[in-house]
């Protein structure tokens, strides 16, 4: 229902990225589900820089990432020129 929406553009980006949030927050995503969504969603250039900060910094704080973590995407985000 959220991706049929979206993709009919009856939802907007930062729309989307509050209903995961709190869809997240409820626990009606799990783990999987969100990390599922993000990298779907970033393959297709639909979250930008920003987003993935975002994310990132939530998901740190809510202890879902590690340190090793967030050094692992920062090294692959920097290897594929996403952060510079």
């Known amino acids: 229902m959220i991706t049929a929406a979206y993709n009919r553009n009856l939802l907007k980006r930062d729309d ?6 709190e869809m997240y927050k409820e626990g009606k995503l799990t783990k999987a589900d969100m990390k599922f969504l993000i990298t779907e969603a970033y ?7 920003d987003d ?7 998901a740190y704080k ?4 590690t340190r090793d ?3 692992r995407i920062i090294i692959v ?4 020129r996403e952060l510079t």
């Open 52 to 58: 993935m900060k975002w994310l990132i910094v939530e």
């Open 43 to 49: 393959k297709a250039g639909e979250l930008k820089r």
């Open 62 to 65: 809510a202890g879902e990432l």
């Open 77 to 80: 985000s920097y290897n594929h």
């Open 16 to 21: 989307l990225r509050w209903l995961l949030g």
């Open 69 to 71: 973590d967030i050094r």
